[in-house]
């Protein structure tokens, strides 16, 4: 059955996150020897936005979530060589001892160390790697992972293909677009994602398509803000549930370990809703239908403007991947 993951970053989230329709968690956690000396992040995002406090802000969560599984990032994109062999015992002193279901990693070498520690069973690939085809489903297969995170710009045709026996897919739900492909983007966000600001490069570019660019933009970046409901407004592929689960696409995720409660809880809220709509045979016309019901912003589901998976509504096949 596909699981609803979600976003944490104090235990206090999990149990609202679980009454709202959860059934997975995921957390970031920086290593009590990590050093920041040089500013690297040990993960994708920003330690102090989107990570747990601590190792005890850990042990609470994964109690709180009374036995659903809690998945650890481990996702920059490389780290130093001298750095695997510490982060490798970091994870797997975390899945034995701690309680935590999988790691969610990027870095190869990082990736197979946890492997030669017989470790691979539990080893989630991370978008970040940038697996988008049958063939790198199966070498990942191959290894002994368990699950692969498939990225944000995947067309529908492209997830359904990637699908390989023996090894589980995670896709994107809810939720924060990216301009470009994070995985192969040269940026860290230590910056901030200046991708989404405003800068040079538009001169003798017209001026229509200029608004379109921006407004495309302001959608991958949830618009801004959430609706006077409480619910957020963002990237979104709920109509693409009844193709996932037909599928069997394992894991829905949701996006936003920075956000805030209010807003993952409304994100959860949505998915569930969907979920329920796909799993009595619903459609994508009702679960639209129920998603502005609640949400509202019926303007922004127009022309596929927030989806994720826009082909849902276009009737034609989408080719997304690099």
């Known amino acids: 059955m596909s699981a609803i993951l979600a976003p944490v970053r104090h235990p206090e989230e999990v149990a609202p996150l679980r009454g709202a329709g959860a059934t997975e968690f995921y957390c970031g956690l920086t290593p009590w020897f990590w050093s920041r000396a040089g500013g690297e992040w040990v993960n994708r995002r920003n330690p102090e936005s989107a990570g747990l406090e601590d190792e005890d802000a850990l042990h609470r969560v994964v109690e709180e979530a009374g036995g659903l599984p809690v998945y650890v990032t481990l996702n920059a994109p490389w780290y130093p060589g001298d750095a695997v062999d510490g982060l490798a015992a970091f994870g797997a002193w975390l899945l034995q001892e701690q309680g935590v279901s999988g790691l969610i990693v990027s870095d190869m070498e990082l990736l197979l160390a946890l492997a030669d520690?017989?470790?691979?069973?539990?080893?989630?690939?991370?978008?970040?790697?940038?697996?988008?085809?049958?063939?790198?489903?199966?070498?990942?297969?191959d290894l002994g992972l368990r699950r692969v995170i498939l990225p944000r710009h995947l067309a529908l045709d492209e997830i359904g293909a990637a699908r390989v026996p023996g090894v589980e897919?995670?896709?994107?739900?809810?939720?924060?677009?990216?301009?470009?492909?994070?995985?192969?983007?040269a940026t860290t966000h230590r910056l901030g994602p200046f991708c989404l600001?405003?800068?040079?490069?538009?001169?003798?570019?017209?001026?229509?398509?200029?608004?379109?660019?921006?407004?495309?933009?302001?959608?991958?970046?949830?618009c801004g803000c959430r609706t006077n409901r409480g619910i957020p407004l963002g990237?979104?592929?709920l109509c693409a549930l009844p193709r996932f689960l037909g599928w069997g696409i394992e894991s829905l995720k949701v996006v936003g370990r920075e956000a805030s409660l209010p807003r993952k809880k409304g994100s959860v809220r949505l998915a569930a809703r969907g979920m329920e709509i796909a799993r009595?045979?619903?459609?994508?016309?009702?679960?639209?239908?129920?998603?502005?019901?609640?949400?509202?912003a019926a303007g922004l589901c127009e022309g596929g403007r927030l989806c994720y998976y826009p082909?849902?509504?276009?009737?034609?096949?989408?080719?997304?991947?690099?």
Do not use: Q
């Open 311 to 322: 082909e849902v509504w276009r009737g034609e096949p989408r080719r997304a991947a690099c």
């Open 197 to 222: 600001g405003d800068g040079p490069g538009t001169e003798g570019v017209g001026a229509e398509a200029v608004d379109r660019y921006e407004f495309w933009k302001w959608t991958r970046n949830n």
């Open 235 to 237: 990237p979104c592929g």
């Open 169 to 185: 897919l995670e896709v994107f739900l809810l939720n924060d677009g990216c301009v470009f492909e994070e995985g192969l983007c």
């Open 280 to 296: 009595s045979g619903g459609g994508p016309e009702e679960i639209r239908e129920a998603v502005i019901g609640m949400r509202g």
């Open 117 to 141: 520690l017989g470790l691979a069973h539990r080893l989630h690939l991370s978008s970040v790697a940038v697996c988008t085809n049958p063939e790198a489903v199966g070498f990942f297969r």
